[in-house]
């Protein structure tokens, strides 16, 4: 389940186009799937995390 759910998150970002360190700023969502990723306590959560996670990697 939780792959599942990393995996749907991971396709939504890559979908969006961004991501974000520290999460976005929902006043300023623009697009549906920054919209879904607002709206969601869980997504955007799991948005924050994936986030994280990507700049960690990158710094390598």
């Known amino acids: 389940m939780k792959f599942q759910l990393l995996l749907s998150g991971s ?3 890559l979908l969006h ?3 974000f360190a ?3 700023d929902c006043k300023r969502a623009s697009t549906t799937s920054e919209q879904a990723i607002c709206a969601n306590p869980d997504l955007y959560r ?3 995390r994936l986030g994280e ?3 960690s990697l ?3």
Do not use: F
Request: no cysteine.
């Open 53 to 55: 996670l990507y700049s």
């Open 22 to 24: 520290a999460g976005m």
């Open 17 to 19: 186009g961004t991501l």
């Open 11 to 13: 396709a939504l970002l």
């Open 46 to 48: 799991l948005d924050q």
């Open 58 to 60: 990158a710094k390598g």
